[in-house]
């Protein structure tokens, strides 16, 4: 089905979006309390951290919840799935639309060896045929729209994201993601978005969203209009900076982003954040969960090497608040505040 082409607003298959502005799967980032807030400050699309089919599948009724973790009343909401197997990705969809999945996407990106080695991730987009394969599966098993995120392809001598998304779409793939980097590259240089574009020329019609080093909401505008793609996925842009997505969502609504937060803004948003990870993962595994988040918010802060050196002993959910006022009282460094470097993740 074609995708309806406007900077407002997205169609996916069946599912209306209110913007083309999502939030990208992180592993280890985009659990609940992540996208509870991401779809309170606008993100059109959230998306779960992504899941191993095989256990989705051999997870027992009364634990499903904690291997995929959405809320019955989250949506819009897509899950993500890796794995190559076709029965079992078929399967492990089905189960992603029973748990209340309004689109289900599949991992063709992620790096990391011990994924790539079982034949999934950025290892099976190398096998078009398997590809297609295991994603026809998908669309016949699933009445939602099945999605696809993929790498420009394994390195630069084997560039297939244009093929391997043609095929797709061929077979009901409801919209690709193409983050701009090879297997190779993993997270370092440049996303290439003169090769996402080449994407987007080679489909019929289906929507495709760019990832990759998106942090600037004009750019993200213009890119939309001159139809380099229908859509992006924010990632590590948005690690300590929770208004980029606000700000993005702003510029396509109405052109323009808006004033730039100020420090306390910043960090009002971010302390929303962290309470959110203790009450749903509890005092214990919240907090310590919610210690990469504070790394993020402290960076750019007045003596912020001195409060880093104090994360490690955050346990409980007062050292966060004894945490957050120090560093409302440390303020804004001398150099402002910068948005963190990362260098590993899993698509
Ligand atoms: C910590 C981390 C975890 C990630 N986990 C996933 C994942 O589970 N699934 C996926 O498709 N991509 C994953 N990615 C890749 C991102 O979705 C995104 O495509 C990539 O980071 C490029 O965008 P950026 O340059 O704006 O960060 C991850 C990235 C990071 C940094």
């Not at 004009?218 to 939309?224: D, K, L, N, S, T």
């Not at 306390?264 to 959110?276: F, G, K, M, S, V």
Request: aromatic share 4%.
């Amino acid at each position: 089905m074609p995708a309806t082409l406007s900077a407002s607003s997205l169609r996916i298959g069946t599912v209306e979006l209110a913007n083309p502005i999502f939030i990208a799967p992180m592993a280890g980032i985009t659990d609940r309390p992540f996208r509870s807030m991401a779809r309170e400050l606008g993100a059109g699309l959230t998306c779960s951290e992504m899941t191993a089919a095989a256990a989705l599948v051999r997870a027992p009724e009364d634990s499903l919840q904690r291997v995929l973790d959405l809320a019955p009343d989250e949506h819009p909401v897509a899950a993500q799935l890796v794995g190559n197997d076709p029965q079992m990705m078929a399967d492990a969809a089905q189960i992603c639309v029973a748990m209340g999945a309004d689109i289900v996407d599949v991992n063709l990106g992620c790096p990391v060896p011990k994924v790539v080695r079982l034949g999934s991730g950025a290892a099976l987009a190398r096998q078009v045929d398997r590809t297609v394969e295991v994603l026809q599966a998908m669309v016949s098993a699933v009445p939602v729209p099945v999605t696809a995120k993929m790498r420009l392809g394994w390195d630069h001598d084997s560039i297939n994201a244009p093929d391997l998304a043609r095929a797709l779409e061929a077979v009901g793939v409801a919209a690709v993601t193409v983050h701009g980097r090879t297997r190779c590259q993993r997270y370092t240089g440049y996303a290439d978005w003169e090769q996402i574009a080449r994407v987007k020329e080679a489909v019929e019609g289906i929507p495709v969203l760019g990832s990759g080093d998106v942090r600037d909401p004009r750019e993200v505008e213009r890119r939309i209009r001159a139809g380099v793609v229908d859509g992006v996925v924010i990632a590590r842009g948005m690690m300590g900076d929770w208004h980029l997505l606000q700000q993005t969502v702003a510029q396509l609504r109405q052109g323009d982003p808006g004033p730039d937060p100020n420090f306390q803004e910043r960090l009002t948003l971010a302390r929303d954040h962290w309470d959110r990870m203790v009450e749903f993962h509890g005092e214990r595994r919240g907090v310590r969960l919610a210690r990469k988040f504070v790394v993020w918010a402290i960076k750019g802060c007045a003596g912020a090497a001195r409060l880093r050196a104090r994360v490690a002993d955050l346990e409980r959910a007062e050292d966060i608040d004894e945490m957050y006022w120090d560093i409302l009282a440390a303020g804004e460094g001398p150099q402002g505040w910068h948005r963190p470097e990362f260098s590993s993740g899993e698509g």
